[in-house]
Nanobody, 123 residues
Framework: QVQLVESGGGLVQAGGSLRLSCAASGRTGSTYAMGWFRQAPGKEREFVAAITWSGGSTYYADSVKGRFTISRDNAKNTVSLQMNSLKPEDSAVYYC????????????????WGQGTQVTVSS
């Protein structure tokens, strides 16, 4: 089992920045790919970014490419999402997720999920 806890959400003005963090505990010795997803009210959960276990490869949704950066520190069992140039449409609950093997943009392929952290971007 892996437990994931997100932090760093909040209220920010459009054009601002936030940094989300996800702390993993439990069976963190396995090679897990990590992903960030988000879900806005009335919408389906959507892929934001993902990273391989080594951190050598990253993947982004087109809507955040060039603005968001995913990174990880395996020594600290943390994954981060740096979000710059935020837009009101980025407002959502952001979830951290883990899966064995390679990253995926498909949420149902992830085995473990955090409880989510709210990000609100005001116009």
């Amino acid at each position: 089992q892996v437990q994931l806890v997100e932090s760093g959400g909040g209220l920010v003005q459009a054009g601002g920045s936030l940094r989300l963090s996800c702390a993993a505990s439990g069976r963190t010795g396995s090679t897990y790919a990590m992903g960030w997803f988000r879900q806005a009210p009335g919408k389906e959960r959507e892929f934001v970014a993902a990273i391989t276990w080594s951190g050598g490869s990253t993947y982004y949704a087109d809507s955040v490419k060039g603005r968001f950066t995913i990174s990880r520190d395996n020594a600290k069992n943390t994954v981060s999402l740096q979000m710059n140039s935020l837009k009101p449409e980025d407002s959502a609950v952001y979830y951290c997720a883990a899966r064995s093997g390679y990253p995926s943009s498909i949420s149902s392929l992830y085995d473990y999920w955090g409880q989510g952290t709210q990000v609100t971007v005001s116009s």
